[in-house]
């Protein structure tokens, strides 16, 4: 990452900072950092940066004089609330690792929205607000003082605006006279809005919320493209035009909305946290050409006959690789790089995705996924296997299997989760891992898979929907196994998944 130092120095005549002002319902923290930067290395330095972006709800909020009077508790839990949300060990101590995100170059805009309940987290955030056209105008009031000229600056804004407009109905113009929506401008220090920046580094730019016209960025800064030199202005704006658009920051890893800077990258682009964002509140973008339908074929689909256009080699050969269900229902089938998703109403539209769209880091061709009671995402290839967070990889991941599931084997055909313990099959045999006893594999395992009646070996995927009801699946069959029971019904896959009509052989 792209280390800078940030402090809110106390040249306190300025420091009138952390006041909280209401700008059409929505909180945005303003605040006066210092003069210059202060690498942050103690406790003080840390209350007010968890301060200045909103992990402390206390007086200190507004004074950060009064840290003297803030517990040890309250500090602890507001670091590891920081150290959650950016996918640090949560420690609640200023380690090497927390004081690395600390210092690291960020966004301006404050990350307490994306909490909707204690402990708990979304996916992505929206606004309330948003922009109730589709048809905005963008004038660059103010160029970069340094490195960019002109019309690189105008070329990497459009960039920007281009990925944002790729996925909406909305659709960014810009020019020099007329009706303006959005003023973009390069400041800095005190420039007039009572949130001054804070010199080279630390916060790099700031935006108003959506149907404000303001879109800041810091002229201290050395504002570079196509080099890992500076701060890549693409990247930034890319970040800074979705808090204009309406959507807050993300602790999903490597979205763009996440409020660190990342450093710089040749192929940044939106991901599917943010894309699935924005089409919340704006929907999706339905004009394309026909060249961006053809490249998109894959990702795409008619609304009248949404499986129908499935690529041909999905259609053909459709071995899935494996099935899992979500928490809150949602099926998600998995072959080669693709991967479908089924809602109570059918299919979700537009399907098939790249796996590597959605959960970054995980490989093509897998054998096997669960969601566990703990809400995270498992899944399996060869001898390894990948815990994911929501769509954000979990750190210290891909880890081996026989290293963490001790007496199950690589390989495995499938895996699910069931009444707290987690079910692995291979060929004709199962095993049973139950994570509370010691060993969590009984002495009794691998047992003959013909303890499930008549479901076949070597299965292609297995989920459960309920305490009772067990599916297995091979090719073009689904075996339905009734645990009260004992009992089998088989029945072709498609009718399982609703608007599923491709011919297997």
């Not at 300025?14 to 002002?21: A, G, N, R, S, V």
């Amino acid at each position: 990452m792209c280390q800078a130092v940030y402090k809110l120095n106390s040249c306190s005549i300025i420091m009138k900072t952390l006041q909280f002002h209401i700008i059409f319902g929505l909180i945005v923290l303003l605040y006066k950092p210092g003069c210059a930067f202060e690498e942050i290395k103690n406790k003080s330095q840390a209350v007010e940066y968890l301060s200045a972006f909103g992990y402390l709800e206390t007086a200190l909020q507004y004074n950060p004089k009064l840290a003297h009077k803030l517990t040890n508790k309250v500090y602890r839990n507001a670091l590891i609330e920081f150290q959650i949300f950016l996918d640090i060990p949560p420690t609640g101590i200023l380690d090497k690792e927390t004081l690395k995100a600390l210092n690291t170059q960020r966004c301006g805009c404050i990350d307490r929205f994306y909490r909707v309940k204690q402990d708990r987290f979304k996916r992505y955030v929206r606004l309330p607000d948003g922009w109730r056209l589709t048809n905005l105008n963008y004038k660059i009031s103010r160029y970069p003082t340094r490195e960019l000229n002109q019309i690189q600056t105008d070329t990497e804004i459009k960039r920007a605006f281009d990925q944002w407009s790729a996925v909406t109905p909305l659709k960014f113009n810009q020019v020099e006279n007329g009706l303006v929506h959005i003023n973009i401008a390069f400041r800095a220090h005190d420039h007039g809005d009572i949130n001054p920046f804070d010199g080279k580094l630390g916060v790099f730019a700031h935006t108003l919320t959506p149907s404000r016209d303001n879109v800041h960025f810091d002229d201290s800064e050395i504002w570079t493209t196509g080099t890992k030199k500076g701060t890549n202005l693409y990247q930034v704006a890319l970040h800074e035009f979705g808090h204009m658009l309406g959507l807050d920051h993300t602790r999903v890893k490597f979205a763009v909305m996440r409020p660190v800077y990342p450093g710089y990258h040749p192929s940044a682009k939106l991901k599917n946290d943010d894309i699935e964002g924005i089409q919340e509140l704006y929907g999706e973008n339905n004009v394309m050409d026909s060249y961006e339908k053809q490249i998109s074929k894959r990702h795409t689909s008619n609304q009248n006959n949404s499986v129908d256009n499935f690529n041909n080699r999905h259609c053909k050969v459709f071995n899935i690789d494996t099935i899992f269900i979500s928490n809150s229902g949602e099926i998600y089938m998995f072959k080669d790089d693709s991967f479908w998703k089924w809602t109570r109403i059918g299919l979700a539209e537009p399907y098939p995705k790249l796996i590597s769209d959605k959960w970054i880091g995980l490989p093509n061709n897998i054998d096997a996924a669960f969601i566990h009671k703990n809400g995270q995402t498992y899944f399996f290839k060869g001898s390894k296997y990948w815990r994911f967070t929501d769509t954000s990889i979990d750190k210290g991941f891909p880890r081996e299997i026989t290293f963490d599931f001790i007496g199950i084997p690589n390989n495995i055909d499938s895996a699910m989760s069931f009444n707290n313990k987690i079910y692995f099959f291979k060929g004709e045999k199962y095993w049973v891992y139950d994570p509370t006893k010691k060993p969590s594999v009984s002495n009794e395992y691998p047992r003959p898979l013909s303890d499930w009646k008549s479901v076949p070996a070597s299965i292609d995927a297995v989920f459960s929907s309920n305490d009772n009801i067990i599916t297995f699946v091979k090719n073009d069959l689904y075996y339905i196994f009734d645990a009260t029971t004992s009992s089998v019904q088989t029945q072709d896959l498609s009718l399982y998944l609703k608007d599923l009509k491709c011919k297997f052989n």
